[in-house]
Each structure stands twice: as C-alpha cells, then as structure tokens.
C-alpha cells in the first residue's frame, strides 16, 4: 500500500493501514482474528453513548439526513452539514476527540430544520410523529445552543469536574459527592483493590447514590451480549487453550459486570504470550472521565511482527538494567522488574475509542498492583506509525520547522526508527518503571496524574534515547538516530504541536501538556547555559539544541523528580509542574505557529479506516476464508457500523 491517505475534512485526515500477511495465515488464525474483529465492532454505542448522553440520537438523525435529504445537496450548507457529520462520526460523538469541546456545526438552527423536513423518516426507529419532533427540536438545542454540553472533559481545578462535564458517567451528583462514594469503596477495600467505579454509571436518584453497572442484562446490555457472542465464537478458532480460558474469563466478567473477575481477566490476559493474535476489549482507558475512575470502552485485535518484535524484545530483556540505572531516587525503583512483556504488533482492526483515532502504542492493564505483581503487557503499533511515516513524507512540516538542513537529513534518514524506538521505550520499561511508596495510589495527583504518568513514561525513554545502552545492544544504528529523537521531541513539545490548539485556548490533553511540560522545563533550566535556543530567522522562529548532552541529563533530572512525585502521590507538586509548565501557551508564538501551519494546509488530526473482512462459507455453511479488501469510503463505513453494530436504543437511559 503506497497511497494511505483517504480523505481529508476539517481539521482531519482519514488514513488507511495495511494488515501485512493477512492473506497467507491458516484458516484457523484468519477466523480467529475474524471473529474476534466482530467482537471488537459490537462496542462502538456503548462508547457513543458514554461520550454524551445526546450522541446515539444525534448520530441517528443525523445519519438519516443523510441518508434521505431530498433538497439541494450540492448547496454549501448541505457540505457543511456533511463535514459536521462527518466530524462527529470521527469524535465518536458531538465533542471533538481531542479538545473534547462541542462541535460547532457550521450552518444554521434554520437550515437543520430545513434538512429535518426534507429527509425521508419512515423506518427511522422513533415511529410516533410528536416524539420525533420533540427528539429534533431537542436535538436543535442540543447542537446550537452555547450552554448545554459544552465540553466532555472538563479539568478546570477551578470548576467541578462532573458537573462540568458533558460526558455520561456521573448523573445529579456533585465531584465532592462522587470522590466521597469511592474513597470510601476504597478505605473499606485493603490490599490489591479492584479498579472500584471502572465499569459503571454514578447515579444520585433521589438522595440515594446507585451504580448501575455496564453489563449483560445491565446497562448497555444489549451491546455487552453481541460482544459475548462473537467473543465466544472467536473462542472457537482460538490458538491455544490457554487463550479460550482467557476469554472464559473476560466472558464471565462481561456478564456479571463482577471487577474482581476483570483483575482476574488481567492477570491472566498478562500470563498470554504464547499466541501470535492477541486483542483488547473492555472498559480499559480513564482519560475520558475528569476523575479517572470511568473507563471507555475499547478495543483491538492485532498479532505478532516476528522481526520489529525483537527490538522490543531486547530492551524487555535489559529491563532490570534500565531500572537499576535510571536517575531516579533508589527507593523509587522496582527490585525486581519483571515481566515488561513487550511486542511490535500488527492491528488488524480498531474499535471503540481507538476508532477511528487510534493510539500507536499500549501498555496494559492500567491497575497499578497488577502492574507491579505481574507485570504489563506492551505493544507498539507498527502497521499504523508506518502508515503516518508514509503520510508524513513530503507534507511539508520538516521543511517548514525544521532549523538546519543537518536536522532535516537527521529526520529523513533516522525519524521513523528513533520516533518506533521512543515508543519502544515509552511502553515496555517506561511505564512499568518505578514503585509507589507504601498507601500511595494514582488517585494521590487526581487530575493530574495522567499528564504526569505520560511525563513519566517520555522521559524514561528520551534520557535513555542518547544511552551508550542502546548502541550496545544494536539497537540504534547511529548515535544520529538519537539526536535525530531529541529533535523531532522538541520541535513538537514546543513548536508544532501547537498546530493542534485553537488560538487563546490552553494544553487539556494529557499527553500535549506532558509534552510542554517536559520540553518548556528544560528548555527554562537549560536557559543560562544555552542548552536550547529559540531561533528567529526570516521572522520564523525555529528550536534549536546546542547542548544534547545537557539536554539529556536534565531530562534526567526531570525524570528523577516526576518519579518522586508519582511514587510520593505529591500533589501539590503535580500541579505546580503541570501548571507552570503543562498548561499556559505563549500566545505570540502560537499564533506565528498557526499561521505558517495555515499555509501547509495539513490537517493536525488523523484516524484510521478499517479494512473490510468477509467470510467465504462453503455450500453447507462452513467458513472456507476470510477476505481482506480496503475501503475508501469512509462514510461507508461509518454508516455501515451504524447499520450492523447499533445495538443499543436512541434513548438509553
Ligand atoms: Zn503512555
């Protein structure tokens, strides 16, 4: 696959990504992979419906436009309407995925109603002609008004975060009142508690305050038993025995909703190593809840890349040698680092909050006594980095923000093998790096915790980025390779990921804030001895590095410190170092930055379409192949997910 851009819209570009190998695997492993990819489809509404309470009915208006809309649709506000749609399609919901800010929808109040009476609503599932019109007008409120739902992640200190948040997880209660209900859960729990709130609802009905728990036969039931069912099917072609357990297990999870089964799911899922497919499915990621408590569903099927696999293998093997030899205080390190699983993975589809934007590397499962006790699992994505690599050839960014022609070549030459090797790092010993003093949890940082556990995991990997280390063990090429990673690190924590932040807004997310965070503290502390310039040239301002040694040892530095900070659960010093370095953007440079980005016309954001998979079934019905095609239509897809995997009612609550 040479080409891998599909579309571009908004402030988004549609990828593909290839599934090398596919066609050769055994019948047995293709319908594996079949049929968990199925299982991986079933979630997509429980997601919708956590992002917003409104999303499963807009979505479904929305669609039937325009799916039926008999008006002019070569008008400019049909095309806006389009790209809306299209736009919360990407979101998964009407807040856009990274800023989590609502949407705005580019046409009129008017013109929705016009579209509303131009489409075509018989077999729309809300049949009665009065609730169909009271779901439009509330929908019109919904989308247009400048009150209601504005933002599905807030993390303003200043602000409750439940109330003010538009996301679904917490109904009529206060942060107070929700923090008070699972310290308390937690006090009463002891040793080895499980992840309490992970996979459930908060609801204060009348003075009282009740979880209603995601699982068969609970909330979003439906859905939890389509997944069941593929999973199970799958479980039939599965390649050991010790995998069908496993899916026992995250069965018996989904149906009783019990965590203490889904610690126990973890556990084993960890001790899973032997098959070459391997998938995620559950309620894994926090970062869409302002507390960190409720996860959104997820999930992704993929399998082993033998050859990438080794690089991952190597560091997995050093691990204790990273550990030992980290700059953090001693009391801070793990005696015994064990079990840094790590692997280069192929996906062979994305679901849930990994669709259609999708991480490049996962490191699970996030409960923090499981990670010390068994260790985690690691992966890098290698078929969806080498998609973005081959996207990012010639768009223009290098050249533009680049300084020297010396760290462009660095950047051609090395980028995408040091960019792979960072992650590498990031994941397999970043991550699993470090212990937490005795009663110490993540909870300690609160809204926090997140952009310093990014931090964490970054600076693990570019302190050892510049290690003779990795030189040794054949890991990196050249010491250029190493350079080339700083540079590209600094460009973006300082420079181009600005491109992404609308002008007079502030860093949310956590992995830009821990970006900054890193880049503005060295770049501060570097200061008197020059370690890294802001260069001005032709009234463009460029990052340069004078001093990677220095460099490195104060990203050493910063590590030290942001290790004690999460193994202490220092608060206060999370938020003096997130807020003094994380948050604020430098308003003259952003705007030079948004204006040169302007010229490039690249959009900031890219998610992926998923390959389309058939099964071939004999005359009798029995599975024979499972094909493999590429589809460019990402509308089609969107509405075709909607069409086979909408499992769950318009109004859900
Ligand atoms: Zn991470």
Redesign the pocket.
């Known amino acids: 696959m040479e080409n891998v851009f599909v579309e571009k819209f908004a402030d988004i570009k549609i990828l593909k990504y290839e599934v090398p190998g596919f066609d050769k695997f055994s019948l047995q492993k293709k319908l594996y992979i079949y049929y968990l990819s199925r299982a991986a489809l079933c979630g997509r509404d429980i997601l919708w419906d956590q992002n917003n309470r409104y999303n499963l009915r807009v979505r479904a208006v929305l669609e039937q436009i325009y799916k039926t809309f008999a008006g002019n649709r070569a008008c400019q506000d049909f095309e806006r309407f389009v790209v809306f749609l299209k736009r919360v399609w990407f979101s998964n919901g009407i807040h856009h995925h990274y800023s989590t800010e609502k949407i705005e929808p580019g046409f009129s109040p008017d013109y929705f109603q016009t579209l509303v009476w131009q489409s075509d609503w018989n077999g729309f599932p809300l049949p009665d002609n009065a609730e169909r019109e009271r779901l439009f007008r509330e929908i019109s409120t919904i989308l247009f008004s400048s009150e209601k739902e504005m933002k599905r992640v807030c993390l303003d200190p200043d602000k409750d975060v439940i109330r003010s948040s538009a996301n679904n997880f917490y109904r009529g209660l206060t942060q107070l009142e929700a923090e008070a209900y699972y310290a308390a859960l937690k006090k009463e729990a002891g040793e080895n508690p499980v992840s309490f709130g992970l996979n459930s609802r908060l609801e204060k009905n009348d003075g009282k305050i009740v979880e209603k728990v995601w699982k068969s036969g609970g909330l979003y039931g439906a859905a939890i038993d389509q997944i069941i069912f593929w999973l199970e099917k799958a479980s039939e072609y599965a390649e050991t025995e010790y995998q069908k357990q496993v899916i026992e297990k995250l069965v018996a999870y989904y149906r009783t909703g019990d965590l203490r089964l889904f610690d126990e799911y973890c556990i084993d899922w960890v001790k899973e190593l032997d098959g070459e497919v391997d998938f995620i499915n559950g309620f894994i990621e926090v970062y869409g809840d302002a507390l960190g408590i409720k996860a959104t569903w997820e999930s992704i099927v993929n399998f082993k890349d033998h050859e990438a696999s080794h690089r991952a293998d190597v560091l997995s093997q050093n691990a204790w040698w990273f550990e030992q030899n980290s700059p953090v205080g001693d009391r801070f390190k793990k005696e015994d680092v064990r079990g840094v699983s790590a692997r280069v993975i192929h996906v062979a589809i994305l679901g849930g909050d990994c669709y259609p934007a999708t991480p490049i590397?996962i490191?699970l499962p996030n409960s923090e006594w499981i990670r010390e006790i068994h260790g985690s699992k690691s992966v890098t994505i290698e078929n969806i980095t080498y998609s973005y690599f081959l996207d990012s050839l010639g768009n223009g960014m290098l050249e533009e923000f680049a300084f020297s022609e010396e760290e462009k070549a660095r950047a051609r030459e090395f980028g995408y093998l040091a960019g792979n090797l960072h992650t590498d790092l990031?994941?397999c010993l970043?991550?699993g790096s470090g212990r937490m003093m005795d009663g110490i949890t993540s909870e300690h940082l609160k809204n926090y915790y997140s952009t310093i556990?990014?931090a964490r995991?970054?600076l693990f990997a570019l302190y050892y980025m510049m290690d003779e280390k990795l030189l040794d063990l054949g890991l990196l090429p050249s010491p250029d390779a190493a350079l080339a990673e700083y540079d590209a690190y600094l460009r973006n924590g300082l420079i181009t990921q600005l491109t992404r932040i609308e002008p007079g807004k502030d860093l949310e997310e956590s992995?830009m804030r821990n970006r900054q965070l890193i880049c503005r503290w060295a770049y501060e502390h570097g200061k008197a001895d020059g370690v890294v310039d802001f260069v001005s040239r032709d009234e463009k301002t460029y990052v340069r590095i004078n001093d990677y040694q220095q460099l490195r040892n104060l990203f050493g530095q910063l590590l030290a410190e942001v290790q004690r900070i999460k193994s202490e659960g220092d608060f206060e010093a999370a938020q003096a170092l997130v807020e003094s370095y994380g948050v604020r953007v430098d308003l003259p440079l952003h705007n030079e930055i948004l204006a040169r980005f302007k010229k490039l016309d690249i959009a900031p954001y890219a998610g992926f379409i998923n390959p389309e998979y058939e099964l071939i079934c004999d005359e009798s019905g029995n599975p024979v192949d499972v094909r493999i095609s590429y589809t460019d239509d990402y509308a089609g897809q969107m509405l075709k997910y909607s069409r086979e995997y909408g499992f769950l009612p318009l109004i859900n609550d």
């Open positions: 590397g490191n990031h994941e970043g991550h556990e990014e995991a970054d992995h």
